[in-house]
Nanobody, 128 residues
């Protein structure tokens, strides 16, 4: 069982930055693939970023590529999402997710159904 707790959300002006953190319980954190998803009002939860293979591979949605960076600190059981050049359309609840399952194709980690554990979410609001 893995418990995930997100933090770092808030209100920021367009063009600003935020760093989200996701603290995970469990002694096998380094073996888990971690993802960030977001859900805006009236929309489905969508993939934002993932970090897999112990951190050697990262993947991003096209909408955030070049602006967001996912990273992890296995010693602290924490994954981060650095968000720069924020836009109003980035406004959403951001969720951290984890899975210990192995997928032969990296794109499966873009699928929310591929994750087993979820945090409670943290609100990010970007004003124009």
């Amino acid at each position: 069982q893995v418990q995930l707790v997100e933090s770092g959300g808030g209100l920021v002006q367009a063009g600003g930055s935020l760093r989200l953190s996701c603290a995970a319980s469990g002694r096998t954190f380094s073996s888990y693939a971690m993802g960030w998803f977001r859900q805006a009002p009236g929309k489905e939860r969508e993939f934002v970023a993932a970090i897999i293979w112990g951190g050697s591979h990262t993947d991003y949605a096209d909408s955030v590529k070049g602006r967001f960076t996912i990273s992890r600190d296995n010693a602290k059981n924490t994954v981060y999402l650095q968000m720069n050049s924020l836009k109003p359309e980035d406004t959403a609840v951001y969720y951290c997710a984890a899975t210990g399952r192995y997928y032969s194709r990296n794109y499966y980690y873009r699928d929310r159904d591929g994750y087993d554990y979820w945090g409670q979410g943290t609100q990010v609001t970007v004003s124009s």
